[in-house]
């Protein structure tokens, strides 16, 4: 599988998706087939992920469900990125993200205390047809469940200029030569739990 890119959302992308979509059901029903890639959100009280990877083997999704995942986190001015991988499965992969590209009535940040781990949802989709080939919940480590609660209330309270978030995108994606360079500077990495 070759990297997995930052996902572009087509136009009429709906910005919020019910929870309640299964393995077998397709992902949006407004869309059939999407560019391979990621999406990474935080809603309905979980950081979720979404993978778009065109006709995944059985074999990725077996390890999609089963297979140790590790994240970590990165920031470059007004984008952060989760950095994440599923071993033997997904080399390192990084999603950017600043919550304010989600619309102010379905923006949602985290709250968990100090303590506590986040929930981390994980959906796979087939890119070629958009249904979910597979569905999984973890937890993250509290710290990088701190860390990202804290970039994200940054996020929310800084002034937003799209301008200057894609530059910063382009300009870490110029900087590192792939996504291990990535994660080497990143200020946190840590395995989940589940």
């Known amino acids: 599988m070759g990297p997995i890119h930052t996902f572009k959302r087509p136009a009429g992308w709906p910005d919020s998706l019910p929870d309640t979509r299964h393995v077998g059901e397709v992902y949006s029903p407004d869309h059939d087939r999407y ?3 990621a999406r990474y959100v935080y809603r309905h009280g979980a950081h979720e992920l979404a993978l778009f990877w065109t006709q995944p083997t059985q074999a990725e999704v077996d ?4 297979r140790p995942i590790d994240v970590g986190l990165y920031g470059q001015g ?3 990125f989760l950095l994440y991988r599923i071993q033997d499965v997904c080399e390192w992969s990084d999603v950017a993200f600043n919550v304010q590209l989600i619309p102010e009535a ?4 985290p709250a968990e205390p100090p303590g506590e781990r986040a929930r981390f949802r994980l959906t796979l989709v087939d890119a070629d047809n958009g249904v979910i080939r597979a569905k999984r ?4 480590d509290k710290v990088m469940t ?3 609660r804290h970039v994200m209330a940054e996020q929310a309270a800084a002034a937003f200029d799209r301008a200057a978030y894609e530059a910063a995108v382009r300009a870490a994606h110029g900087r590192f030569p792939d996504t291990d360079a990535m994660v080497r ?3 946190f990495q840590e395995a989940t739990l589940g």
């Open 35 to 37: 560019e391979e890639g």
């Open 63 to 66: 390890g999609f469900r089963t």
């Open 78 to 80: 007004p984008a952060a």
């Open 106 to 109: 379905e923006r949602e940040l």
């Open 137 to 140: 919940l973890v937890s993250l």
């Open 146 to 148: 701190q860390a990202l």
């Open 185 to 187: 500077a990143a200020e």
